[in-house]
């Protein structure tokens, strides 16, 4: 049974006979809905009284929406339940990771490209000072992945890098700045995301680092803090194949299973050798590199007795519990391990203070200071990655008329934050006295593709300049440039005759695709605080002061030329 006077709860033996007697007076079924993390459930379609009073569960995860509607989902959820309930968001980029009107402060690779931990501080305080003023109580972050492969669609800009020092630096700043709040940090993903180019909502990826490697990055980063008391790990869908066959040499390749579902890698790798006591959670088991393991009726209680203690989402909540109780009466699963796990979520909630929580009182977010603050991150973070052709500053007197081609700029896909950019480029840009004509990929002038040569170009601008909107996603498998398909038409062939800016506003590593480029910039997130601080860069109102955290060179001799 684990042993709750330790890291990380430090309980009372007064404090563990409580939970012990808590947890002999719950039902099974209670006990069960424990170790569900459910889907934040809408207060417009679900009566959320009768739900949580129905399934018990130990957390839900709610998706952005309006202030007043969150905290009294919130609110309503938490008064239903018997036992509080843990309340969590992607808090990754600020505020806006749970209310709809929050701030986004920023991705974490620019928080880690202003090289100074101070901005990775904020960004936590930011959005837990948001986050607690509605009733959430937990946040799906600090991302410690480390971004090692530059083709992997989803780490990318929501990690610090790819240097683990910088990330240990700026993930400690940003649980510092979670915990003021009082709001719980839950480190991801456990073994590690960003070696791999793939994702896991749509397979189980691999971490297919050797076991001394892994130890000498992925795991200095969770050793380090589980030494320091980290109380929750989210585990990934990711495979970890040479510490599976270091605890288990006999192993073949067809038994090497993703950490959600291996007990070498939990009760093994994390739990004994790096001494994790805590509470382990899944990521979200609707994704297909999680049901890909096995029939989901023998991967939900594979996943308990791996180690982990609570599971997140559901694909039919009344299907799932009925799995884990079948396993129950099957033995397949053991009362004993379910009431570890129990036991855990309850010293986890505990050790919190969520037992003696209130709820929230009158929201009083200060949203101008919080945008202050994003703005000086902002400042600091934009990175001039290469000018070859001098073409900056870019100001009036030598590009009077601006053709702006702005790539990706739509708001769907799982983890986009911001939406369009091109209005704020285009009026921005007139604000300043520049003529800016925005390409129309939706009206395409075939003249223009099939015949027009340099001289045309030049009659109709001075500079073109190219903004990358393309956000990391989920469920797709690349974030790379995509011309239109005809002819390439909105690609600059014309960039060795009219000058040419390409910045990237969501994804470092856009140079491998347009290696030519004379002038190209990184600001890794896409909020107007950025937007701004690029545009007073580059028309030489203010240094650029960004230090790249990962290489936008992408390991290629033909970028840097």
Same mark, same amino acid.
């Given at each position: 049974?684990?042993?709750?006077?330790?890291?990380?709860?430090?309980?009372?033996?007064?404090?563990?006979?409580?939970?012990?007697?808590?947890?002999?007076?719950?039902?099974?079924?209670?006990?069960?809905?424990?170790?569900?993390?459910?889907?934040?459930?809408?207060?417009?379609?679900?009566?959320?009284?009768?739900?949580?009073?129905?399934?018990?569960?130990?957390?839900?995860? &709610?998706?952005?929406?309006?202030?007043?509607?969150?905290?009294?989902?919130?609110?309503?959820?938490?008064?239903?339940?018997?036992?509080?309930?843990?309340?969590?968001?992607?808090?990754?980029?600020?505020?806006?990771?749970?209310?709809?009107?929050?701030?986004?402060?920023?991705?974490?690779?620019?928080?880690?490209?202003?090289?100074?931990?101070?901005?990775?501080?904020?960004?936590?305080?930011?959005?837990?000072?948001?986050?607690?003023?509605?009733?959430?109580?937990?946040?799906?972050?600090?991302?410690?992945?480390?971004?090692?492969?530059?083709?992997?669609?989803?780490?990318?800009?929501?990690?610090?890098?790819?240097?683990?020092?910088?990330?240990?630096?700026?993930?400690?700043?940003?649980?510092?700045?979670?915990?003021?709040?009082?709001?719980?940090?839950?480190?991801?993903?456990?073994?590690?995301?960003?070696?791999?180019?793939?994702?896991?909502? @749509?397979?189980?990826?691999?971490?297919?680092?050797?076991?001394?490697?892994?130890?000498?990055?992925?795991?200095?980063?969770?050793?380090?803090?589980?030494?320091?008391?980290?109380?929750?790990?989210?585990?990934?869908?990711?495979?970890?194949?040479?510490?599976?066959?270091?605890?288990?040499?006999?192993?073949?390749?067809?038994?090497?299973?993703?950490?959600?579902?291996?007990?070498? @890698?939990?009760?093994?790798?994390?739990?004994?050798?790096?001494?994790?006591?805590?509470?382990?959670?899944?990521?979200?088991?609707?994704?297909?590199?999680?049901?890909?393991?096995?029939?989901?009726?023998?991967?939900?209680?594979?996943?308990?007795?791996?180690?982990?203690?609570?599971?997140?989402?559901?694909?039919?909540?009344?299907?799932?519990?009925?799995?884990?109780?079948?396993?129950?009466?099957?033995?397949?699963?053991?009362?004993?391990?379910?009431?570890?796990?129990?036991?855990?979520?309850?010293?986890?909630?505990?050790?919190?203070?969520?037992?003696?929580?209130?709820?929230?009182?009158?929201?009083?977010?200060?949203?101008?200071?919080?945008?202050?603050?994003?703005?000086?991150?902002?400042?600091?973070?934009?990175?001039?990655?290469?000018?070859?052709?001098?073409?900056?500053?870019?100001?009036?007197?030598?590009?009077?008329?601006?053709?702006?081609?702005?790539?990706?700029?739509?708001?769907?896909?799982?983890?986009?934050?911001?939406?369009?950019?091109?209005?704020?480029?285009?009026?921005?840009?007139?604000?300043?006295?520049?003529?800016?004509?925005? &390409?129309?990929?939706?009206?395409?002038?075939?003249?223009?593709?099939?015949?027009?040569?340099?001289?045309?170009?030049?009659?109709?601008?001075?500079?073109? @300049?190219?903004?990358?909107?393309?956000?990391?996603?989920?469920?797709?498998?690349?974030?790379?440039?995509?011309?239109?398909?005809?002819?390439?038409?909105?690609?600059?062939?014309?960039?060795?005759?009219?000058?040419?800016?390409?910045?990237?506003?969501?994804?470092?590593?856009? @140079?491998?695709?347009?290696?030519?480029?004379?002038?190209?910039?990184?600001?890794?997130?896409?909020?107007?605080?950025?937007?701004?601080?690029?545009?007073?860069?580059?028309?030489?109102?203010?240094?650029?002061?960004?230090?790249?955290?990962?290489?936008?060179?992408?390991?290629?001799?033909?970028?840097?030329?």
């Amino acid at each position: 049974m684990v042993d709750l006077t330790k890291k990380p709860y430090y309980l009372t033996e007064k404090q563990v006979q409580l939970l012990q007697r808590k947890l002999q007076e719950m039902t099974l079924d209670e006990k069960i809905g424990q170790l569900f993390f459910v889907i934040g459930q809408d207060e417009d379609q679900v009566n959320i009284k009768e739900f949580v009073q129905t399934y018990r569960p130990g957390g839900m995860m &709610y998706r952005p929406a309006s202030a007043d509607k969150i905290k009294r989902q919130l609110a309503t959820a938490q008064e239903a339940s018997d036992i509080p309930l843990f309340f969590s968001a992607n808090l990754e980029s600020g505020g806006n990771g749970i209310i709809s009107e929050g701030t986004w402060f920023g991705m974490p690779l620019q928080i880690a490209a202003t090289d100074e931990p101070i901005h990775a501080y904020e960004l936590g305080n930011v959005a837990g000072s948001e986050a607690a003023q509605v009733g959430c109580n937990m946040s799906f972050s600090p991302i410690v992945d480390i971004d090692k492969n530059f083709r992997n669609p989803i780490t990318n800009t929501r990690t610090f890098g790819s240097d683990q020092e910088r990330v240990i630096q700026m993930a400690a700043a940003q649980i510092k700045g979670l915990q003021e709040n009082d709001i719980i940090p839950v480190i991801k993903h456990f073994p590690g995301d960003g070696v791999d180019e793939r994702d896991q909502h @749509l397979l189980s990826t691999v971490n297919s680092l050797s076991a001394d490697d892994w130890m000498a990055s992925y795991g200095k980063i969770y050793q380090t803090f589980i030494d320091q008391g980290t109380s929750s790990i989210m585990i990934g869908h990711i495979l970890q194949p040479a510490w599976e066959r270091k605890l288990s040499p006999e192993i073949t390749d067809a038994e090497l299973r993703p950490a959600s579902a291996s007990k070498r @890698l939990i009760d093994g790798l994390l739990r004994d050798v790096l001494g994790f006591n805590g509470l382990a959670i899944t990521d979200a088991t609707p994704m297909i590199g999680y049901n890909a393991i096995l029939p989901r009726e023998e991967l939900l209680p594979a996943t308990i007795n791996a180690g982990i203690d609570m599971i997140l989402f559901n694909k039919n909540i009344d299907e799932d519990y009925a799995f884990i109780k079948k396993a129950l009466e099957n033995g397949t699963l053991k009362l004993a391990r379910i009431e570890e796990a129990v036991l855990r979520i309850l010293a986890t909630k505990l050790t919190h203070g969520l037992f003696e929580a209130k709820p929230p009182e009158k929201m009083t977010v200060n949203l101008i200071e919080h945008a202050e603050k994003a703005a000086a991150a902002a400042k600091k973070s934009v990175t001039l990655v290469k000018d070859r052709d001098q073409l900056l500053p870019m100001t009036v007197a030598r590009y009077p008329r601006i053709r702006l081609v702005v790539l990706g700029d739509s708001d769907d896909g799982g983890f986009k934050e911001g939406g369009k950019v091109s209005d704020h480029f285009q009026t921005q840009l007139e604000a300043l006295g520049f003529e800016v004509s925005l &390409y129309d990929r939706q009206q395409l002038d075939f003249h223009e593709i099939f015949e027009e040569g340099i001289a045309e170009m030049k009659e109709k601008f001075d500079l073109a @300049l190219y903004v990358a909107n393309i956000e990391t996603a989920s469920n797709q498998t690349t974030t790379r440039l995509d011309w239109i398909h005809l002819m390439a038409a909105d690609a600059p062939w014309f960039m060795k005759s009219v000058p040419t800016i390409f910045v990237s506003t969501a994804n470092p590593y856009h @140079l491998f695709d347009i290696p030519a480029v004379s002038t190209y910039i990184n600001t890794y997130t896409g909020n107007k605080a950025s937007i701004d601080a690029v545009i007073r860069k580059m028309t030489g109102t203010e240094a650029f002061e960004g230090i790249s955290p990962v290489d936008p060179f992408c390991g290629d001799f033909s970028t840097k030329l």
